[in-house]
Nanobody, 123 residues
Framework: QVQLVESGGGLVQSGGSLRLSCAASGRTFGTYAMGWLRQAPGKEREFVAVINWNSGSTTYADSVKGRFTISRDNAKNTVYLQMDSLKPEDTAVYYC????????????????WGQGTQVTVSS
């Protein structure tokens, strides 16, 4: 089992920044990659970014490329999502998730999920 706890969400104005954190515990040695996904009201959950736990290689959704940065601190078992130049359309509940198998872009590929943290960007 892997336990994931997100923090750092909140309300920010358009153009502002937020940093989300995800603390992982449990059997993290088996985790291959950690991702951030989000779900806006009335919309499907979507992929945002993912980072390989060992190599540090990253993949981003086109909608956030150049604005968001995913990183990890292996010693702390923590993954971060630095969000800059935020837009109202970034408003969503953001979830940290541990990748299990399959495409990084599909929410179905993630086996463990945090409880989510709300990010609201006002215009």
């Amino acid at each position: 089992q892997v336990q994931l706890v997100e923090s750092g969400g909140g309300l920010v104005q358009s153009g502002g920044s937020l940093r989300l954190s995800c603390a992982a515990s449990g059997r993290t040695f088996g985790t291959y990659a950690m991702g951030w996904l989000r779900q806006a009201p009335g919309k499907e959950r979507e992929f945002v970014a993912v980072i390989n736990w060992n190599s540090g290689s990253t993949t981003y959704a086109d909608s956030v490329k150049g604005r968001f940065t995913i990183s990890r601190d292996n010693a702390k078992n923590t993954v971060y999502l630095q969000m800059d130049s935020l837009k109202p359309e970034d408003t969503a509940v953001y979830y940290c998730a541990a990748h299990a198998s399959g495409s990084y872009y599909s929410p179905r590929s993630y086996g463990y999920w945090g409880q989510g943290t709300q990010v609201t960007v006002s215009s």
